[in-house]
C-alpha cells in the first residue's frame, strides 16, 4: 500500500483526508517531524541511554531479550525517557504532533506511557508480531484511536523496518491473536501480506495500539524509536487502566514539557501547542 505523502516541514497539522485513513488502516506515516538540533540532541542523549544499557544495569528501566540468532541477552527497551532527557522531555511538547494527537482524540487528550524501543548493531532483538492493546480499556475502533507517536531517530530500511498490518485496528481479539500466532510460529517472523514502513530520522509513524506490527531479529544498523502514547481524557476515565488521579497528573507533565520546550534554543521562531 501507498501511504499519503504527509511533510511536516509544509503542514501544521495532518488534513481531513489523511486522519481519515488513520482511522481506517492503524498506521500513518509523517515525514520531516523532528529536524535540525532538535534531531541531533535526542540522537546525542540517547545515545547515553543505549550506552548505560549495553554496559547491562541492574535497573526495571531497562530490558533485555534473547537474540534467537546469536542466543545472546541484548539490551531493546528504556521506560520513562521523557524523565531521563531534557530533549524528550521537550519532544512531548512537539507542537506539530500535538495538534494531530488533538485533531485524532479531541481536546481532552493525555500522554500516558513513554519509552525507547531500539535494535542494537550488529544485534537487534525483535519485536514479535502484537497488537498493545486488547479491544477492552476503551480501545476500540468506533471511538477516538489509542496510539504511539513512534518517532524514528535512526534510518530504518529492510534490514531492520517496522513490518504492519494496514486494517487489523478492526480485527476483533480472537482474528488478531490467531494472526500473531500463525506468523511467530516457530520463532520465525513471517511477513507474508505486510507492509515494510522504511524511515528517515526524524520521521513519524503513528500507530493505533489495535495495529498489528513487529520486526524481526537483526544483525546490522542501530535503530531507535521514541514511543509516546496518547489516549483521550474520556477514554481513560471511562476504562482506565489508571486512578483517577492519574489524568490531572499526566496533563502537568504535558504542561511541563511545554514549558520546558519554549525554552530550548532550538524552537526558536515556531508556532507553539496552545
Not at 14 to 32: K, S
Request: proline share 7%; with cysteine; hydrophobic share 40%.
Amino acid at each position: 500500500m501507498t501511504f499519503p505523502h504527509i511533510d511536516a516541514a509544509t503542514q501544521d497539522v495532518i488534513d481531513d483526508a489523511q486522519a481519515d485513513f488513520f482511522r481506517a488502516n492503524g498506521l500513518l506515516v509523517l515525514r520531516n517531524v523532528v529536524r535540525g538540533e532538535e534531531l541531533a540532541r535526542l540522537q546525542r542523549e540517547t545515545q547515553a541511554l543505549v550506552d548505560r544499557a549495553v554496559a547491562g544495569v541492574d535497573d526495571p528501566d531497562y530490558m533485555y531479550q534473547e537474540h534467537p540468532q546469536t542466543r545472546q541477552r541484548v539490551p531493546m527497551r528504556v521506560e520513562y525517557v521523557i524523565d531521563k532527557t531534557p530533549a524528550c522531555r521537550a519532544l512531548l511538547g512537539h507542537p506539530f504532533m500535538l495538534r494531530t494527537v488533538e485533531k485524532l482524540q479531541g481536546r481532552n487528550f493525555i500522554p500516558t506511557w513513554d519509552s525507547m524501543v531500539f535494535k542494537n548493531e550488529g544485534a537487534g532483538a525483535p519485536i514479535w508480531w502484537h497488537r498493545d492493546s486488547g479491544t477492552g480499556n476503551g480501545a476500540d475502533p468506533a471511538r477516538q484511536p489509542i496510539f504511539n507517536v513512534d518517532f524514528y531517530l535512526d534510518q530504518a530500511d529492510l534490514s531492520n523496518c517496522l513490518w504492519g498490518l494496514p486494517g487489523t485496528n478492526h480485527w476483533d481479539d480472537a482474528r488478531a491473536s490467531a494472526e500473531c500466532a500463525r506468523r511467530n510460529a516457530d520463532g520465525v517472523f513471517l511477513s507474508d501480506g505486510a507492509v515494510p514502513i522504511q524511515m528517515q530520522p526524524g520521521d513519524v509513524i503513528l500507530h493505533n495500539i489495535l495495529a498489528l506490527h513487529g520486526s524481526p531479529p537483526t544483525r546490522t544498523r542501530l535503530r531507535r524509536v521514541l514511543y509516546y502514547e496518547f489516549r483521550a481524557g474520556e477514554i481513560e476515565r471511562a476504562h482506565g487502566p489508571h486512578r483517577a488521579e492519574y489524568a490531572p497528573l499526566k496533563q502537568e507533565v504535558l504542561l511541563a514539557s511545554l514549558r520546558h520546550r519554549a525554552q530550548a534554543s532550538y524552537t526558536r521562531g515556531e508556532k507553539p501547542f496552545a
